[in-house]
């Protein structure tokens, strides 16, 4: 039983509840009919015995009931001991025994005994006869009842079965129904273990809708498409993710190569060696930013960024920022106008949250022309402390604008050297802003450029 389908199982059931319940039903219906065949039959005796009785009792001694010879009717008058007194033929011709005489309250009873012809209904009546206690038999066969009654049984064990047949091929047909959408989901889940499994071979999609029903498995079909469709779109993330963070380590790793076989290939002059070394220290230096980005990003992601909750004032860890990205604004002529609201009081990382403030800095000055302005504003508002950088840049193009904060997603202009960060920038600066319970806005205008608003909450240091 327990390697059978689920299906089988709840049609097996189904049939045996139902089997049960009309097996019972049948045998109540059967038992009512036969014993009001039977009081029926009773009741004929009693109806027929009553004028007899009275005849008896009338024309005593003359006894010419006895004289009647009706096929269906035995009739014997006993006395007390059980003496038979007078009889009808075919009572004579075929001696019934009629058992013990026994009147409980002097009334007649019933019992079923057996004749030569067959079996039969017998009442048995006591009166008194010219003051002697006598006792009248009369019996009538039951063949018609049986009759009657084989027939309704053989009616009933045919419609048994058929309804028996009937409850098999419905519960079989709504049973498979009910679970067709389990049937459908074990075939999207067995070609999602595939897709998984045998990457390329098999195509990797969201599963269509398994069902429509509003009952417990339509909830169950729709709770597992939303799953499915998570589950691809993490592992089309996750290639995506494998993809690029392979791309965007190839480059440095082949720069490295490249200037280390030259370096190998022959003696070179200091000069040389210096400019080569330049090379791979840049290269290294990019390469272990992607590192630790990969990092704060995989520690975010496990919930387990070391956040510490430390008393500061946001104002201050801003100007540090705006004092850390001056030499690299200067250097293309740009200036950083800083308006801060001073005093705002948090509490959070000091040192995640300059990283944050960096990674906004820094790109307003990667994707801005030279000699233009970013400005910084910090404000409170509402409990929150409120910071913009604003550059006059190259802006956001709609297309780009969605996934600016994917893990290594570039957008136009980021192809330059200096633009060199990985793309991870905006993916850490969301992590931490998170961490923070801040959010990111950004607002792009393209040929003129891009506001990004970080949004932190003023929580009070927990003592
Ligand atoms: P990266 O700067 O290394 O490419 P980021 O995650 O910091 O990675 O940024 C993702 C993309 O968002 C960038 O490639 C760029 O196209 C766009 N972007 C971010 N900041 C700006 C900005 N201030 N002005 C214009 N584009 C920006």
């Known amino acids: 039983m327990k390697g059978r389908s689920l299906r089988f199982r709840m049609m097996l059931l189904f ?8 097996l019972s039903t049948y045998g109540i219906i059967y038992s009512i009919f036969a014993r009001e065949l039977r009081l029926q039959l009773d009741r004929r005796l009693g109806e027929a015995a009553g004028p007899m009785v009275a005849d008896l009792q009338a024309n005593a001694p003359e006894e010419d009931v006895f004289r009647l010879d009706l096929p269906d009717q035995y009739l014997e008058l006993l006395d007390w ?18 058992g013990v005489l026994d009147f409980p309250e002097d009334l007649p009873v019933f019992r079923t005994v057996r004749s030569a012809n067959g079996p039969l209904r017998m009442e048995l009546i006591p009166f008194e006869l010219v003051h002697q206690p006598v006792v009248l038999a009369i019996a009538g066969p039951t063949r018609d009842i049986d009759i009657v009654l084989a027939h309704f049984r053989s009616v009933l064990m045919i419609l048994l079965p058929v309804s028996l047949l009937l409850t098999a091929a419905i519960s079989t047909w709504y049973v498979g129904r009910s679970l067709s959408p389990i049937a459908e989901l074990t075939e999207h889940a067995a070609r999602l273990t595939q897709a998984i499994s045998q990457p390329g071979q098999v195509d990797l999609k969201t599963p269509r809708l398994v069902s429509n029903s509003h009952d417990e498995l339509g909830h169950l079909a729709s709770t597992f498409n939303e799953l499915f469709a998570r589950i691809v779109a993490v592992f089309q993330q996750l290639r995506q993710f494998v993809s690029n963070a392979s791309h965007e380590l190839r480059t440095p790793l082949s720069v490295l190569q490249g200037e280390t076989e030259l370096l190998l290939s022959e003696r ?5 060696y210096q400019k080569a070394l330049e090379v791979i220290h840049g290269e290294l230096r990019h390469l272990s930013r992607i590192v630790e980005g990969l990092f704060t990003l995989s520690m975010a992601d496990a919930g387990q960024l070391r956040i510490a909750n430390d008393a500061l004032y946001v104002n201050e860890v801003l100007e540090e920022a ?10 293309k002529g740009i200036s950083i106008d800083q308006h801060l ?8 990382d000091e040192s995640f949250l300059r990283d944050l403030f960096l990674i906004f800095l820094e790109n307003a000055v990667k994707y801005s022309p030279p000699n233009t302005q970013i400005k910084v504003h910090l404000t409170r508002v509402n409990g929150s402390a409120r910071v913009q950088f604003e550059d006059q840049g190259t802006g956001i ?4 604008l969605p996934h600016i904060f ?9 192809d330059s050297v200096e633009a060199r960060s990985g793309g ?4 850490i600066a969301q992590a931490i802003a998170n961490a923070h319970g801040g959010k990111i806005e950004c607002e792009t205008a393209p040929g003129r450029g891009s506001t990004f608003t970080v949004i932190l909450p003023l929580t009070a240091r927990a003592v």
């Not at 070179?268 to 040389?272: K, Q, S």
């Not at 609201?341 to 959070?348: A, H, N, V």
């Not at 994917?406 to 980021?414: A, K, L, V």
Request: with cysteine; net charge negative.
């Open 15 to 22: 049939c045996m509840v139902v089997g049960g319940l009309l």
């Open 81 to 98: 001991s059980g003496k038979p007194l007078n009889m009808s033929r075919n009572w004579r011709e075929h001696p019934i025994d009629v």
């Open 268 to 272: 070179r002059d200091p000069a040389e």
């Open 322 to 331: 705006c004092e850390i990205a001056v030499p690299l604004a200067r250097s």
């Open 341 to 348: 609201q001073p005093e705002i009081e948090s509490t959070g």
């Open 397 to 400: 193009s709609s297309e780009h």
């Open 406 to 414: 994917e893990r290594f997603y570039r957008g136009t202009g980021s």
């Open 424 to 427: 991870l920038g905006l993916a």
